[in-house]
């Protein structure tokens, strides 16, 4: 299945622009451009790179570099340039464009020939293909001017440099996308928790977040005033889509509280549309005139690609959203959520973690069936809720937790390796996952701590560490990686000298 209903993900493109000089004349500024257009045209043709590529000419002093930087800020699809040194650039060419350019910027070190023509190598052909040597002047000033910038090095024809590019884009749309995430919190933060408070100026300042809060019964009234006839049509869509597990509760009385969630599902997503909200928080503890907790609602909302976080942790929320915008239109996408950290399987050799949470876990991750359940929910007050339960998938994953110092927020990215339970757990009434943090649970579960992360996560299997990385450098944050290479000694170094680094 892929994840192109992501709603709001845009079509953007990507420009390639060729840097080089008009000391070797005429007839070797032609080749350049030649080449050029073919790379542009074989990495569109691979189908690898999830958005298309748009050749520019080439680039070969101050004035067009310039108008070529400025051109990209100016166009709204245009979500980061790729840079290429053909022959040598002199770089302070690129010094105005460069600190007048504001978008995702990479730097291709590549050359259009892949192997050395030993036959036939000449003076011509070196001074033609020198990105060796064009990238080197350009890679320097590019870090002299401190400017952040990722560097894929590689023959453009290899798959695995194609890979990267592709993976970069989706970095470079969360970029993009960061600064139009409008988060909405229903009622306040869940009381005296910590990892769910945070600085949202700050957030503002660094991510371009917009974190509002409004009073519960304002949303509460979008659901009261859902008609009848459409809560019956979306019930009669999850009764069409999912097995129902009503667990001897009468079939009308289990009807009536699925009917509840159809409701909230149909009155906060207008409410969601009407303010132009992409991620949303709710707490159990001030639900107002709400009849259930959101659990079915929020679950699907989230399958529609909005950003979730409970108990009030917008942070969750909008990383979420970040990453539902950044994996749009993967193929076969194996999915996103919002996720908790619950109860440990200490056995040794089958180490793990078992994530759920109260009820909202994104259907996106799902493995097999889909149930409906009607349970008692012994926090919140409110009548029993529907929600949707299942297990998810096997595989590779990132789980990231977004903390917030006091001065300063760190992106933790722990890859983990998700399982199947042995057995089935008939008596759990949540979607669960289960995973075993690299390098192991221990070193993981350790580390974790250390780094300070929170107890939510945003979880995803489509999108790697490098991504999530890439994107933290990118807003100037500070990227923790929990994975194979990492022993607590070094972590504990790691951010010892980050502590320094970031202040
Ligand atoms: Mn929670």
Redesign the pocket.
């Known amino acids: 299945m892929s994840n192109s209903n992501i709603f709001g993900a845009k079509p953007y493109q990507f420009w390639f622009a060729t840097g080089s000089q008009d000391l070797y004349g005429d007839e070797c500024l032609a080749k350049v451009a030649e080449h050029s257009k073919i790379i542009v045209a074989k990495l569109n043709e691979s189908g690898v790179l999830p958005y298309e590529l748009v050749w520019k000419p080439t680039l070969i002093d101050n004035t067009s570099i310039r108008r070529l930087f400025n051109e990209a800020n100016g166009d709204v699809n245009c979500a980061g340039v790729i840079t290429w040194m053909h022959t040598f650039s002199p770089a302070k060419s690129w010094i105005l464009g460069l600190q007048e350019y504001r978008k995702p910027l990479m730097h291709l070190h590549t050359q259009f020939n892949q192997e050395i023509p030993y036959d036939a190598i000449d003076m011509d052909f070196m001074n033609e293909n020198q990105s060796a040597h064009g990238g080197r002047e350009y890679g320097h000033m590019v870090t002299r001017m401190g400017i952040e910038r990722k560097v894929v090095a590689g023959h453009w024809n290899d798959p695995a440099v194609r890979k990267r590019m592709a993976d970069w884009m989706r970095t470079a749309v969360g970029i993009m996308e960061s600064s139009h995430i409008r988060v909405v919190r229903v009622a306040d933060n869940m009381r005296n928790v910590a990892v769910t408070e945070g600085d949202k100026v700050e957030a503002q300042m660094k991510f371009g977040w917009e974190i509002d809060a409004y009073p519960v019964n304002e949303i509460a009234a979008y659901v009261d005033a859902v008609p009848a006839g459409e809560i019956d049509t979306l019930v009669e869509e999850y009764y069409g889509k999912y097995e129902l597990l009503t667990e001897g509760r009468d079939e009308k009385e289990f009807r009536a509280h699925v009917a509840v969630q159809a409701g909230i599902e149909i009155g906060f997503e207008k409410f969601l549309k009407d303010h132009d909200y992409h991620a949303i928080v709710t707490h159990f503890g001030d639900l107002g005139a709400l009849k259930q907790l959101p659990g079915l609602a929020i679950q699907r909302l989230m399958e529609k690609g909005y950003g979730f976080g409970?108990?009030g942790?917008w942070k969750t929320a909008a990383m979420v959203r970040l990453m539902k915008l950044m994996t749009a239109g993967v193929k076969d996408a194996k999915g996103t959520s919002f996720m908790?950290d619950y109860t440990y399987n200490l056995v040794p050799g089958k180490e793990g973690i078992l994530q759920a949470?109260?009820l909202e876990v994104c259907p996106t991750i799902s493995d097999g069936s889909i149930g409906i359940k009607v349970c008692p929910l012994s926090m919140g007050e409110r009548e029993d809720p529907a929600r949707l339960v299942f297990t998810s998938k096997e595989g590779p994953a990132i789980a990231t937790s977004l903390i917030d110092l006091g001065h300063r927020f760190r992106l933790i990215i722990n890859e983990v390796d998700c399982k199947k339970v042995e057995k089935p757990m008939p008596k759990l009434p949540v979607a669960t996952a289960f995973w075993t943090p690299r390098p192991n649970l221990t070193t993981g579960a350790e580390s974790w701590i250390l780094a300070g992360g929170a107890?939510?996560t945003a979880f995803t299997y489509d999108l790697t560490a490098e991504q999530m990385g890439d994107w933290a450098e990118a807003m100037g944050i500070e990227a923790v990686y929990i994975d194979n290479d990492t022993t607590i000694r070094g972590l504990k170094n790691e951010m010892r000298w980050n502590q320094a680094a970031y202040r």
């Open positions: 409970a108990e942790d908790e949470h109260m107890h939510h």
